[in-house]
Protein backbone atom coordinates (compact mmCIF):
# COMPACT_ATOMS: atom_id res chain seq x y z
CA UNK A 1 0.00 0.00 0.00
CA UNK A 2 1.33 3.58 -1.07
CA UNK A 3 1.86 5.70 1.87
CA UNK A 4 0.88 9.16 0.87
CA UNK A 5 2.18 12.27 3.09
CA UNK A 6 -0.05 15.74 2.73
CA UNK A 7 1.03 18.92 3.10
CA UNK A 8 -0.89 22.13 3.13
CA UNK A 9 0.64 25.77 3.32
CA UNK A 10 -1.55 28.80 3.54
CA UNK A 11 0.07 32.02 2.57
CA UNK A 12 -2.52 34.94 3.77
CA UNK A 13 -1.24 38.72 2.70
CA UNK A 14 -0.97 40.08 6.47
CA UNK A 15 -1.60 38.29 10.14
CA UNK A 16 -5.10 40.32 10.63
CA UNK A 17 -6.21 38.04 7.32
CA UNK A 18 -4.96 34.72 9.13
CA UNK A 19 -6.61 35.40 12.12
CA UNK A 20 -10.38 36.89 10.72
CA UNK A 21 -10.21 33.94 7.89
CA UNK A 22 -9.16 31.01 10.04
CA UNK A 23 -11.62 28.91 12.04
CA UNK A 24 -10.85 25.85 13.83
CA UNK A 25 -12.96 22.87 15.17
CA UNK A 26 -12.17 19.04 16.42
CA UNK A 27 -11.40 17.88 12.87
CA UNK A 28 -10.68 20.94 10.58
CA UNK A 29 -9.80 24.29 9.51
CA UNK A 30 -12.35 26.54 7.45
CA UNK A 31 -11.05 29.57 5.17
CA UNK A 32 -13.96 31.67 5.19
CA UNK A 33 -14.47 35.21 5.47
CA UNK A 34 -11.41 36.74 3.82
CA UNK A 35 -11.72 39.62 2.28
CA UNK A 36 -7.97 39.87 0.90
CA UNK A 37 -6.89 37.14 -1.75
CA UNK A 38 -4.22 34.32 -0.29
CA UNK A 39 -2.49 31.33 -1.79
CA UNK A 40 -2.73 27.38 -1.14
CA UNK A 41 0.13 24.93 -1.56
CA UNK A 42 -0.66 21.28 -1.33
CA UNK A 43 1.52 18.97 -1.95
CA UNK A 44 1.71 15.03 -1.89
CA UNK A 45 4.58 13.23 -1.33
CA UNK A 46 4.72 9.19 -2.38
CA UNK A 47 7.62 6.72 -3.48
CA UNK A 48 8.14 5.99 -6.60
CA UNK A 49 10.44 3.01 -8.43
CA UNK A 50 11.88 5.86 -10.66
CA UNK A 51 15.34 6.86 -11.30
CA UNK A 52 14.58 8.98 -14.43
CA UNK A 53 14.82 12.86 -13.60
CA UNK A 54 11.59 14.52 -14.61
CA UNK A 55 9.35 17.16 -14.05
CA UNK A 56 5.55 18.11 -15.34
CA UNK A 57 5.04 22.10 -15.07
CA UNK A 58 1.78 23.73 -15.78
CA UNK A 59 0.83 27.68 -15.68
CA UNK A 60 -1.88 29.29 -17.40
CA UNK A 61 -1.89 32.92 -18.54
CA UNK A 62 -3.27 34.64 -14.92
CA UNK A 63 -1.26 32.99 -12.42
CA UNK A 64 1.94 34.76 -11.26
CA UNK A 65 4.80 33.70 -8.73
CA UNK A 66 4.00 34.23 -5.08
CA UNK A 67 6.82 33.93 -2.33
CA UNK A 68 5.77 29.99 -2.42
CA UNK A 69 5.84 29.23 -5.74
CA UNK A 70 8.32 28.61 -8.60
CA UNK A 71 8.40 30.81 -11.71
CA UNK A 72 6.73 28.33 -13.93
CA UNK A 73 7.19 28.52 -18.13
CA UNK A 74 3.58 29.19 -19.70
CA UNK A 75 1.38 26.12 -20.50
CA UNK A 76 2.32 22.46 -20.33
CA UNK A 77 5.77 21.28 -19.99
CA UNK A 78 6.84 17.96 -19.62
CA UNK A 79 10.85 18.08 -18.89
CA UNK A 80 12.79 14.78 -18.81
CA UNK A 81 16.33 13.67 -18.58
CA UNK A 82 15.71 11.23 -21.84
CA UNK A 83 13.80 11.09 -24.64
CA UNK A 84 10.01 9.60 -24.71
CA UNK A 85 8.84 6.82 -26.51
CA UNK A 86 7.56 7.51 -30.20
CA UNK A 87 4.55 5.52 -29.31
CA UNK A 88 3.18 8.16 -27.10
CA UNK A 89 2.99 10.76 -30.39
CA UNK A 90 4.94 14.19 -28.94
CA UNK A 91 7.52 15.88 -30.11
CA UNK A 92 10.55 17.34 -27.86
CA UNK A 93 13.33 19.78 -28.39
CA UNK A 94 16.58 18.40 -27.12
CA UNK A 95 19.63 20.39 -25.25
CA UNK A 96 22.64 19.20 -23.53
CA UNK A 97 20.48 19.31 -19.81
CA UNK A 98 16.80 18.16 -20.95
CA UNK A 99 14.37 17.12 -23.60
CA UNK A 100 11.36 19.28 -23.74
CA UNK A 101 7.75 18.34 -24.44
CA UNK A 102 5.70 21.66 -24.66
CA UNK A 103 2.37 22.94 -25.37
CA UNK A 104 -0.07 26.29 -24.66
CA UNK A 105 -2.22 23.88 -23.26
CA UNK A 106 -4.80 22.47 -25.35
CA UNK A 107 -3.21 18.89 -24.73
CA UNK A 108 -1.98 19.74 -21.06
CA UNK A 109 -3.56 16.56 -19.90
CA UNK A 110 -1.82 14.48 -22.57
CA UNK A 111 1.50 15.24 -21.70
CA UNK A 112 -0.02 14.72 -18.15
CA UNK A 113 -0.88 11.55 -18.58
CA UNK A 114 2.37 10.32 -20.35
CA UNK A 115 4.41 11.78 -17.25
CA UNK A 116 2.49 9.08 -15.08
CA UNK A 117 2.77 6.32 -17.89
CA UNK A 118 6.68 7.09 -17.62
CA UNK A 119 6.52 6.52 -13.60
CA UNK A 120 4.15 3.29 -13.86
CA UNK A 121 2.43 4.61 -10.62
CA UNK A 122 -0.35 1.56 -9.88
CA UNK A 123 -2.32 4.12 -8.10
CA UNK A 124 -5.13 6.39 -9.59
CA UNK A 125 -4.07 9.73 -8.65
CA UNK A 126 -7.14 11.23 -9.79
CA UNK A 127 -8.69 10.01 -6.43
CA UNK A 128 -6.33 12.17 -4.20
CA UNK A 129 -6.31 15.03 -6.15
CA UNK A 130 -8.57 17.66 -7.74
CA UNK A 131 -7.06 17.95 -10.90
CA UNK A 132 -8.16 21.89 -12.21
CA UNK A 133 -5.77 23.46 -14.42
CA UNK A 134 -8.55 26.21 -15.41
CA UNK A 135 -8.23 27.62 -11.76
CA UNK A 136 -4.34 26.22 -10.62
CA UNK A 137 -0.83 25.52 -11.47
CA UNK A 138 1.07 22.53 -10.72
CA UNK A 139 4.68 21.49 -10.18
CA UNK A 140 4.88 18.02 -10.37
CA UNK A 141 8.55 16.25 -9.74
CA UNK A 142 10.80 13.04 -9.21
CA UNK A 143 13.23 14.10 -6.43
CA UNK A 144 16.61 12.93 -6.18
CA UNK A 145 15.59 10.84 -3.39
CA UNK A 146 12.80 8.40 -5.75
CA UNK A 147 10.06 10.65 -4.05
CA UNK A 148 7.05 11.79 -6.36
CA UNK A 149 6.34 15.04 -5.14
CA UNK A 150 3.09 16.94 -6.46
CA UNK A 151 2.84 20.59 -5.82
CA UNK A 152 -0.41 22.05 -6.70
CA UNK A 153 -0.80 25.92 -6.52
CA UNK A 154 -4.03 27.93 -6.20
CA UNK A 155 -5.01 32.11 -5.92
CA UNK A 156 -7.72 32.30 -3.66
CA UNK A 157 -10.10 35.74 -4.29
CA UNK A 158 -11.41 37.49 -1.66
CA UNK A 159 -14.66 35.90 -0.24
CA UNK A 160 -14.41 32.94 -1.95
CA UNK A 161 -15.98 29.58 -0.23
CA UNK A 162 -13.98 26.62 -0.55
CA UNK A 163 -14.07 23.13 1.02
CA UNK A 164 -12.96 22.56 4.87
CA UNK A 165 -9.27 21.39 5.54
CA UNK A 166 -9.73 17.92 6.60
CA UNK A 167 -7.81 14.21 6.60
CA UNK A 168 -10.71 12.85 4.65
CA UNK A 169 -11.17 9.02 5.02
CA UNK A 170 -12.45 8.75 1.97
CA UNK A 171 -9.26 9.41 0.52
CA UNK A 172 -7.53 6.34 2.53
CA UNK A 173 -8.78 3.62 0.09
CA UNK A 174 -7.57 0.19 0.37
CA UNK A 175 -9.44 -0.78 -2.96
CA UNK A 176 -6.61 1.79 -4.80
CA UNK A 177 -3.91 0.60 -2.77
CA UNK A 178 -3.21 4.15 -1.31
CA UNK A 179 -3.38 5.58 2.26
CA UNK A 180 -2.86 9.42 3.31
CA UNK A 181 -1.11 8.68 6.77
CA UNK A 182 0.13 12.05 7.36
CA UNK A 183 -1.51 15.76 7.18
CA UNK A 184 0.06 19.32 8.06
CA UNK A 185 -0.86 22.52 7.65
CA UNK A 186 0.86 25.99 7.80
CA UNK A 187 -0.92 29.20 8.00
CA UNK A 188 1.10 31.95 7.54
CA UNK A 189 1.77 35.65 6.48
CA UNK A 190 4.98 37.51 5.80
CA UNK A 191 6.90 39.46 8.19
CA UNK A 192 10.11 40.06 6.53
CA UNK A 193 11.14 40.32 3.14
CA UNK A 194 14.31 41.33 2.22
CA UNK A 195 15.84 40.26 -1.32
CA UNK A 196 15.94 36.78 -1.12
CA UNK A 197 15.38 36.60 2.57
CA UNK A 198 11.71 35.76 3.61
CA UNK A 199 10.29 34.83 7.17
CA UNK A 200 7.15 33.50 8.14
CA UNK A 201 5.11 33.70 10.86
CA UNK A 202 2.26 31.41 11.82
CA UNK A 203 0.54 28.58 12.57
CA UNK A 204 1.60 24.60 12.27
CA UNK A 205 -1.51 21.86 12.77
CA UNK A 206 -1.16 18.22 12.57
CA UNK A 207 -3.60 15.74 12.61
CA UNK A 208 -3.36 12.45 14.51
CA UNK A 209 -1.32 9.60 12.54
CA UNK A 210 -4.45 7.13 12.81
CA UNK A 211 -7.03 9.43 13.10
CA UNK A 212 -8.89 12.15 11.28
CA UNK A 213 -8.68 15.04 14.72
CA UNK A 214 -6.31 18.02 14.99
CA UNK A 215 -3.55 16.92 16.94
CA UNK A 216 -2.21 20.53 18.20
CA UNK A 217 -1.99 23.91 16.43
CA UNK A 218 1.24 25.51 17.73
CA UNK A 219 2.85 29.04 16.55
CA UNK A 220 5.92 29.07 14.33
CA UNK A 221 8.06 30.95 12.21
CA UNK A 222 10.04 30.12 9.46
CA UNK A 223 13.02 31.53 7.61
CA UNK A 224 14.46 30.73 4.31
CA UNK A 225 15.71 32.33 1.33
CA UNK A 226 14.14 32.43 -1.89
CA UNK A 227 15.59 30.75 -5.30
CA UNK A 228 12.79 32.96 -7.21
CA UNK A 229 12.89 36.05 -4.73
CA UNK A 230 9.97 38.45 -4.99
CA UNK A 231 10.05 41.54 -6.91
CA UNK A 232 7.69 44.80 -6.07
CA UNK A 233 5.26 45.91 -8.91
CA UNK A 234 6.91 49.31 -9.26
CA UNK A 235 10.10 47.79 -10.43
CA UNK A 236 8.50 45.95 -12.85
CA UNK A 237 6.63 48.74 -14.53
CA UNK A 238 10.27 50.15 -15.34
CA UNK A 239 10.06 47.65 -17.77
CA UNK A 240 8.80 48.51 -20.93
CA UNK A 241 8.38 45.23 -23.32
CA UNK A 242 7.18 45.63 -26.98
CA UNK A 243 7.43 45.54 -30.80
CA UNK A 244 8.60 48.46 -33.33
CA UNK A 245 5.90 49.50 -35.68
CA UNK A 246 5.15 48.53 -37.67
CA UNK A 247 5.45 44.68 -36.95
CA UNK A 248 6.83 43.23 -40.31
CA UNK A 249 8.14 39.82 -40.97
CA UNK A 250 11.25 39.99 -39.21
CA UNK A 251 9.41 41.49 -35.88
CA UNK A 252 11.86 43.81 -33.86
CA UNK A 253 11.74 42.87 -29.93
CA UNK A 254 12.11 46.05 -27.95
CA UNK A 255 13.33 46.26 -24.16
CA UNK A 256 13.61 49.40 -22.82
CA UNK A 257 15.55 48.92 -19.53
CA UNK A 258 16.61 53.01 -19.77
CA UNK A 259 14.93 53.40 -16.20
CA UNK A 260 16.44 50.34 -14.97
CA UNK A 261 19.87 50.26 -12.78
CA UNK A 262 21.41 46.68 -11.12
CA UNK A 263 17.96 45.33 -9.11
CA UNK A 264 20.24 43.81 -6.62
CA UNK A 265 23.27 45.46 -5.17
CA UNK A 266 24.03 42.68 -2.76
CA UNK A 267 25.89 40.93 -5.26
CA UNK A 268 28.61 41.46 -7.14
CA UNK A 269 28.00 38.79 -10.10
CA UNK A 270 24.06 39.64 -11.61
CA UNK A 271 23.04 39.66 -15.53
CA UNK A 272 19.83 40.42 -16.98
CA UNK A 273 18.17 37.65 -19.16
CA UNK A 274 15.60 37.71 -21.80
CA UNK A 275 14.15 33.80 -21.62
CA UNK A 276 11.39 32.93 -24.06
CA UNK A 277 9.81 29.75 -25.76
CA UNK A 278 8.64 30.85 -29.42
CA UNK A 279 5.82 28.93 -30.67
CA UNK A 280 6.57 27.20 -34.10
CA UNK A 281 5.73 30.14 -36.48
CA UNK A 282 8.53 32.70 -35.05
CA UNK A 283 12.61 31.90 -34.69
CA UNK A 284 15.86 32.90 -33.83
CA UNK A 285 18.56 33.11 -36.15
CA UNK A 286 21.47 32.64 -33.96
CA UNK A 287 23.85 34.09 -36.39
CA UNK A 288 22.33 37.35 -36.36
CA UNK A 289 21.20 37.73 -32.71
CA UNK A 290 23.60 36.14 -31.01
CA UNK A 291 21.94 34.19 -27.98
CA UNK A 292 23.32 32.61 -24.96
CA UNK A 293 21.27 29.46 -26.54
CA UNK A 294 18.51 29.04 -28.63
CA UNK A 295 17.29 24.91 -28.61
CA UNK A 296 14.90 23.64 -30.92
CA UNK A 297 13.67 24.65 -34.83
CA UNK A 298 15.78 27.75 -36.59
CA UNK A 299 15.63 25.85 -40.06
CA UNK A 300 15.12 30.34 -41.85
CA UNK A 301 13.45 28.63 -44.74
CA UNK A 302 10.61 25.88 -43.97
CA UNK A 303 7.42 27.10 -44.10
CA UNK A 304 5.48 26.44 -40.66
CA UNK A 305 3.60 23.14 -42.26
CA UNK A 306 6.38 21.22 -43.48
CA UNK A 307 7.87 21.18 -40.14
CA UNK A 308 4.83 20.67 -37.36
CA UNK A 309 4.76 17.12 -36.98
CA UNK A 310 8.80 17.93 -36.66
CA UNK A 311 8.84 20.26 -33.99
CA UNK A 312 6.66 22.36 -31.49
CA UNK A 313 9.15 25.42 -31.91
CA UNK A 314 12.13 26.62 -29.71
CA UNK A 315 13.46 27.95 -26.00
CA UNK A 316 16.19 30.98 -26.38
CA UNK A 317 17.77 32.52 -23.66
CA UNK A 318 19.62 36.61 -24.67
CA UNK A 319 21.88 38.67 -21.89
CA UNK A 320 20.27 42.27 -21.76
CA UNK A 321 22.25 45.25 -20.55
CA UNK A 322 20.45 47.57 -17.96
CA UNK A 323 19.95 51.09 -19.05
CA UNK A 324 19.10 51.04 -22.63
CA UNK A 325 16.83 49.92 -24.94
CA UNK A 326 17.80 45.96 -25.96
CA UNK A 327 16.67 44.74 -29.30
CA UNK A 328 16.16 41.23 -30.44
CA UNK A 329 15.35 40.66 -33.78
CA UNK A 330 12.36 37.95 -34.63
CA UNK A 331 11.56 36.14 -37.64
CA UNK A 332 8.25 34.49 -39.08
CA UNK A 333 8.24 31.71 -41.15
CA UNK A 334 5.71 31.57 -44.42
CA UNK A 335 2.75 30.01 -42.79
CA UNK A 336 0.04 27.81 -44.83
CA UNK A 337 -3.10 29.44 -47.03
CA UNK A 338 -5.69 29.75 -45.89
CA UNK A 339 -9.90 29.44 -47.61
CA UNK A 340 -11.47 33.18 -48.11
CA UNK A 341 -9.65 36.62 -47.94
CA UNK A 342 -5.90 37.44 -46.86
CA UNK A 343 -5.74 37.66 -43.34
CA UNK A 344 -3.27 37.29 -40.42
CA UNK A 345 -2.56 34.42 -37.75
CA UNK A 346 -2.26 35.67 -34.82
CA UNK A 347 0.54 34.43 -32.79
CA UNK A 348 1.39 34.72 -29.04
CA UNK A 349 4.20 33.85 -26.82
CA UNK A 350 5.48 35.47 -23.25
CA UNK A 351 8.84 36.87 -22.85
CA UNK A 352 10.17 36.71 -19.24
CA UNK A 353 12.95 39.04 -18.12
CA UNK A 354 14.90 37.71 -14.84
CA UNK A 355 17.78 38.98 -13.05
CA UNK A 356 19.63 36.18 -12.43
CA UNK A 357 23.01 36.76 -9.62
CA UNK A 358 25.32 33.97 -8.32
CA UNK A 359 25.20 34.42 -4.45
CA UNK A 360 27.81 32.14 -3.48
CA UNK A 361 25.55 30.69 -0.53
CA UNK A 362 24.70 26.50 -0.91
CA UNK A 363 21.67 26.40 0.70
CA UNK A 364 19.41 28.78 -2.15
CA UNK A 365 18.70 25.36 -3.82
CA UNK A 366 17.27 24.01 -0.81
CA UNK A 367 13.74 25.29 -0.26
CA UNK A 368 10.66 24.38 1.72
CA UNK A 369 8.33 25.28 -0.28
CA UNK A 370 9.71 23.83 -4.15
CA UNK A 371 12.96 22.50 -5.58
CA UNK A 372 15.06 24.04 -8.69
CA UNK A 373 14.63 21.49 -11.17
CA UNK A 374 14.61 20.88 -14.93
CA UNK A 375 13.99 24.47 -16.38
CA UNK A 376 15.56 27.40 -17.28
CA UNK A 377 17.14 27.62 -13.93
CA UNK A 378 18.86 24.52 -14.57
CA UNK A 379 21.27 26.07 -17.11
CA UNK A 380 22.67 28.46 -13.88
CA UNK A 381 24.39 27.62 -10.74
CA UNK A 382 22.73 26.40 -7.89
CA UNK A 383 23.68 29.26 -5.71
CA UNK A 384 21.53 31.26 -8.49
CA UNK A 385 18.88 34.08 -7.59
CA UNK A 386 16.70 34.40 -9.85
CA UNK A 387 14.46 37.96 -9.63
CA UNK A 388 11.38 37.65 -12.01
CA UNK A 389 10.88 40.92 -13.54
CA UNK A 390 8.38 41.19 -15.91
CA UNK A 391 6.26 38.55 -17.72
CA UNK A 392 3.59 39.38 -20.08
CA UNK A 393 1.99 38.35 -23.16
CA UNK A 394 2.85 39.46 -26.89
CA UNK A 395 0.88 38.93 -30.03
CA UNK A 396 2.47 38.95 -33.43
CA UNK A 397 0.37 39.20 -36.87
CA UNK A 398 1.68 36.96 -39.48
CA UNK A 399 0.05 37.55 -43.02
CA UNK A 400 -0.85 34.33 -44.63
CA UNK A 401 -2.42 33.78 -48.57
CA UNK A 402 -5.60 32.80 -49.59
CA UNK A 403 -6.38 29.60 -51.42
CA UNK A 404 -9.25 31.28 -53.45
CA UNK A 405 -6.14 33.58 -54.98
CA UNK A 406 -4.25 29.78 -55.94
CA UNK A 407 -5.43 29.89 -59.69
CA UNK A 408 -4.65 33.31 -60.67
CA UNK A 409 -1.70 33.11 -58.77
CA UNK A 410 -1.01 29.90 -60.83
CA UNK A 411 -2.23 31.15 -64.27
CA UNK A 412 -0.08 34.32 -63.82
CA UNK A 413 3.10 32.67 -63.16
CA UNK A 414 2.57 30.39 -66.10
CA UNK A 415 2.12 32.86 -68.34
CA UNK A 416 5.04 35.12 -66.86
CA UNK A 417 7.41 31.65 -67.03
CA UNK A 418 6.14 30.71 -70.82
CA UNK A 419 6.93 34.71 -71.33
CA UNK A 420 10.44 34.96 -70.12
CA UNK A 421 10.85 31.59 -72.03
CA UNK A 422 10.12 32.87 -75.48
CA UNK A 423 11.88 35.99 -74.58
CA UNK A 424 15.01 34.18 -73.97
CA UNK A 425 14.50 32.12 -77.33
CA UNK A 426 14.04 35.76 -79.20
CA UNK A 427 16.93 36.36 -78.01
CA UNK A 428 19.27 33.54 -78.55
CA UNK A 429 18.00 32.78 -82.38
CA UNK A 430 15.76 35.75 -83.56
CA UNK A 431 16.85 37.37 -86.31
CA UNK A 432 18.65 40.43 -84.57
CA UNK A 433 21.09 37.64 -82.85
CA UNK A 434 22.52 36.58 -86.74
CA UNK A 435 25.77 38.52 -87.66
CA UNK A 436 25.36 40.88 -90.15
CA UNK A 437 27.47 40.76 -93.35
CA UNK A 438 30.89 42.20 -92.61
CA UNK A 439 31.14 45.33 -94.86
CA UNK A 440 34.59 46.64 -96.27
CA UNK A 441 36.19 49.50 -94.33
CA UNK A 442 36.42 52.42 -96.81
CA UNK A 443 40.39 53.12 -97.53
CA UNK A 444 41.85 56.59 -95.95
CA UNK A 445 42.47 58.61 -99.59
CA UNK A 446 46.05 58.67 -99.35
CA UNK A 447 47.89 62.18 -99.48
CA UNK A 448 49.65 63.41 -102.17
Same mark, same amino acid.
Given at each position: ???????? %????KSEESLNECVVQDETSLKLTGCIEPYVIQRRFTLPVENMNKMRFTWRGRSHSPSMISPSLNFGANLYSDHILDPKYGQIGITNPIYTLYHNDGETANDLLEI????????? $?????? $?????????????????????????????? %?????? !?????????????????????????????????????? =???????????????????????????????????????????????????????????????????????????????????????????????????????????????? !??? %?????????? !???? =?????????????????????????????????????????????????? $????????????????????????????????????????????????????? !?????????????
Amino acid at each position: MAMISERI %TVLFKSEESLNECVVQDETSLKLTGCIEPYVIQRRFTLPVENMNKMRFTWRGRSHSPSMISPSLNFGANLYSDHILDPKYGQIGITNPIYTLYHNDGETANDLLEIFFKELNLDI $DLNRIV $DWDLGNKQYDIIVTDDSKLQINEYNEVAPN %TVISPI !TKKSSKNDPSNNMQINKLEVGLFYADLIENENINLSGL =RCLWEENGEKIEKCIKTSLLYKSSFAPVKSDERQLINVFFEEPVGLHPKLLIDMTNVTLHNQKYNDCEYYLFSQLPLELFVDKFQSEPVFVFGEDNLESPDYKLSNMTWGSE !TLF %TLKGGEVNEV !TLHS =RYISPQTGNIGERNVSFIPQIILACDTGIDSIDRNPFYSKHLGYESFFTK $DTIFYPLKSEELIVPIPYPSFDNYKNVEMMTSFVLILSIFYLLFKLFGPLSFR !TKSRPVPEQKKHD
